[in-house]
């Protein structure tokens, strides 16, 4: 069996990799195991000074590594370049924090001396996404190799050249072997691998069904999981918005990395009195997102990653026409090569169809109006997901019912979702549990020791 993967530009075969056989896997294994023991044994000091060596080398091959994500799944040659930057911004960020995140913490007791320590675990295992190659990587192994554990991933399989690149960029940094291993694996090996007693914790980042399956193969072996999945996240316009800012940032959200982000606003919200304006301002700039060649700078919006999942949001759409939705732009899969699909606008839409019960996964928008906030709130949390949400206002009350009100992991006013490295990442409901990132995210895969000195 091979991993191969396809330029969806293009269609052609960018490079073939050879799956792992079992004694690779049962070599990797046991690698990792041995390396834990070492690594664990290493001050912050030594650890953060490889960290940001791995940055650096980062850095310095940018247009390298952004051009390999572009060939393997399609985002711009701009948003892959951004993405590289932020992962050697990760790097930095938490081979200077670390330590600080993980420090000893002092709880006044009847003893002399108590608290709390965090200490790393072991080997985790990671199964990780293909629509953000390197940044899903990272930013999973970044804070968890940091704290003192070492990381065996399975990556997806159209993106392996991507998860050589980062396998090799962290030995070339002066981390030991077995740090940080990536498997060539079937989805019928993962079940051997998280039962293996030397994994002590397992993470995956994907859709609500895959987290169910991860979770509960966690479960049955008594193994620590953190989920980050799938969502749905409302994008709510209250009636004090800043309509020309909200909307240009709307199709931004909208469209990022090809409309293949998990936290992608998805669902527009708007209330009744801004819904006109709204909808005739979104639809004529959705309109004129400029489809093409992810290399070419002027492209805004490049193709799917397969045409696997470009004939899925088309089927998603067309399912949802036939049952009453309008495309308002877009909703047609255009001719010639490459797996592209327009930025669409789909308002009407029936609440039982495909794109009214579905993850849209995609530059495919759903628009609905509101009678009024509270109105708009209670249509964003009816959703099985609750991964991450926004608000627009101007109004600090409209901002603030935003924020309350809004069932969600993440969730921001005036701005796109994004990920930060100060703040927890994660989500609730079919979004999934733990957190990645920040102080949170740092101490997911270690023991939190109490202790207490009479």
């Not at 579905?358 to 628009?367: H, R």
């Not at 009100?405 to 969730?411: H, M, R, S």
């Not at 100060?422 to 920040?438: M, W």
Request: glycine letters at 8%; a negative charge; charged letters at 20%.
């Amino acid at each position: 069996m091979s991993f191969t993967s396809i330029n969806p530009a293009t269609e052609e075969i960018v490079a073939e990799y050879l799956s792992h056989a079992p004694g690779d896997v049962e070599h990797a294994l046991k690698v990792a195991s041995s390396a834990f023991h070492s690594w664990k044994s290493m001050s912050f000091d030594e650890r953060s000074e490889v960290m940001t060596r791995a940055a650096e080398l980062l850095e310095s091959e940018v247009p390298v590594v952004a051009q390999l994500m572009t060939s393997e799944m399609g985002k711009t040659f701009a948003a892959a370049k951004g993405e590289a930057m932020k992962c050697a911004a990760t790097m930095r960020y938490y081979a200077q924090h670390t330590e600080s995140l993980l420090v000893e913490q002092s709880v006044p007791t009847s003893g002399r001396r108590s608290g709390v320590r965090f200490e790393p675990v072991g080997p985790i295992f990671a199964v990780m996404p293909w629509n953000f190659p390197l940044w899903q990587v990272v930013r999973m192994a970044v804070p968890t190799i940091m704290a003192g554990n070492v990381v065996v991933f399975k990556h997806a399989p159209n993106v392996p050249g991507c998860a050589k690149y980062i396998e090799h960029l962290f030995v070339r940094a002066g981390f030991g072997e077995g740090v940080l291993t990536t498997l060539f694996v079937e989805i019928d090996q993962v079940p051997d691998i998280i039962a293996d007693p030397r994994i002590v914790g397992v993470t995956l980042t994907g859709s609500d069904r895959a987290g169910r399956s991860i979770g509960e193969l966690a479960g049955k072996n008594l193994k620590k999981c953190v989920l980050e999945l799938g969502g749905s996240d409302p994008f709510v316009v209250a009636a004090s918005a800043d309509m020309e800012h909200t909307v240009s940032m709307a199709v931004t959200a909208r469209i990022q990395n090809n409309g293949q982000a998990c936290i992608a606003a998805k669902r527009f919200i708007v209330v009744k009195e801004r819904h006109k304006e709204f909808l005739a301002k979104f639809v004529d700039a959705m309109a004129k997102v400029q489809l093409g060649d992810p290399m070419d700078p002027a492209t805004a919006l490049g193709p799917l990653v397969s045409k696997t999942q470009r004939d899925l949001l088309a089927a998603q759409v067309a399912s949802s026409i036939e049952a009453g939705a309008v495309a308002l732009t877009g909703g047609v899969v255009p001719e010639g090569v490459g797996f592209y699909y327009p930025a669409t606008v789909l308002v009407n839409v029936p609440a039982d169809s495909r794109a009214g019960c579905e993850e849209l996964f995609g530059p495919v928008a759903v628009v609905y109006e509101a009678s009024d906030l509270s109105d708009a709130l209670r249509i964003a949390n009816d959703t099985p997901w609750g991964l991450g949400g926004s608000i627009w206002a101007q109004d600090d009350d409209e901002v603030e019912r935003g924020l309350a009100g809004l069932v969600v992991g993440t969730v921001f006013a005036n701005a796109m979702v994004a990920s930060m490295n100060e703040l927890p990442f994660g989500g609730t409901k079919s979004s999934g549990f733990g957190r990645e990132l920040s102080a949170l995210g740092v101490r997911e895969f270690t023991n939190a020791k109490s202790f207490y000195v009479a």
